[in-house]
């Protein structure tokens, strides 16, 4: 904290940040403005859409309402903080692979939401996954791709645990698709 009490020590993606800032300065301004972190979109500035979604200790918040203030010594995880050494998390190459992402407007905050939900549960069934990304509204799409990501992201989080646990090789997708077999696949990709 400065002298004059309005600085605030809190971690961005694993990196600590002390900021010399308004308490009241939204989150969502604080990340992109002062610290450049403009994955994180304004959709309607009140809390309802869900594109500026993050997590503070883990926690999926709207950052367009939450004051930096009140993140003073907490976590703060952006969509930047996925990836880790330039590879992408298995999330995002989901959301890649299953065409999750559309105008890319609610995509980090989507991306968040999923990446809280997949940090607790490991429920990959459709009902939970909609209920988890609820809270995030995509005007360009019918959610299924999205659920789908996730649902794939589930899956091949999982494999990787045991395939790390059991040393066995064989990239995550291939063996998605094998576990999914022929009657979740389209009828023109059925030998």
Do not use: W
């Not at 994955?39 to 859409?49: I, P, S």
């Not at 979604?53 to 010594?73: K, N, R, Y």
């Not at 045991?162 to 094998?178: K, R, Y």
């Amino acid at each position: 904290m400065t002298a004059d009490g309005a600085g605030f020590r809190f971690l961005v993606n694993g990196d600590p940040v002390e900021l010399d800032v308004p308490g009241m300065r939204r989150l969502l301004d604080v990340l992109r403005e002062d610290l450049g972190l403009t994955g994180t979109k304004e959709g309607c500035g009140e809390g309802e859409c869900g594109a500026c979604s993050v997590l503070i200790d883990g926690a999926v918040v709207d950052s367009c309402l939450v004051p930096v203030c009140q993140v003073d010594g907490d976590a703060v995880r952006t969509v930047e903080g996925l990836s880790a050494g330039g590879d992408l998390d298995a999330l995002q190459h989901a959301f890649l692979v299953t065409g999750g992402a559309q105008c890319g407007i609610c995509t980090p905050g989507m991306l968040m939401a999923a990446r809280a939900y997949l940090d607790a549960s490991s429920d990959a069934s459709e009902e939970s996954i909609s209920e988890a990304i609820a809270g995030n509204l995509c005007r360009c799409t019918g959610y299924t791709k999205i659920i789908e990501a996730v649902r794939r992201a589930a899956i091949a989080e999982r494999i990787d645990r045991v395939t790390g646990i059991l040393g066995l090789p064989g990239s995550t997708d291939e063996l998605i698709d094998e576990l999914r077999g022929p009657a979740d696949l389209p009828p023109d990709k059925v030998e």
